[in-house]
Nanobody, 115 residues
């Protein structure tokens, strides 16, 4: 079992940065993939970025130039550095973890970008 908890969302002006974080508890050593997804009002949940247990990253095309995903393996933390935020980045951002058996989601953290 893995439990995830996000923090670090909030309200930011367009063009500004934000760095949400996700802490993992439980069977951290069983995680093979971690990532961030987001869901805007009235839209489907979409991939933001993922990172494998060996550090291989993957980004949504529209975000790869502005967002960076990185981990602190010792602490089990996952971060998403977001720069140059736009109003269309407003969404609930969800932390995600995948083991060989199951997928886990955090409760989400709201990111709101004002114009």
């Amino acid at each position: 079992q893995v439990q995830l908890g996000e923090s670090g969302g909030g309200l930011v002006q367009a063009g500004g940065p934000l760095r949400p974080s996700c802490v993992a508890f439980g069977s951290i050593s069983s995680i093979v993939l971690r990532g961030w997804y987001r869901q805007a009002p009235g839209k489907q949940r979409e991939l933001v970025a993922t990172v494998t247990s060996i550090g291989r990253t993957n980004y949504a095309d529209s975000m790869k130039s502005r967002f960076t995903i990185f981990r602190d393996n010792a602490k089990g933390n996952l971060y998403l550095q977001m720069n140059g935020l736009k109003p269309e980045d407003t969404a609930v951002y969800y932390c995600y973890a995948n083991t060989w058996r199951s997928a886990y989601w955090g409760q989400g953290t709201q990111v709101t970008v004002s114009s």
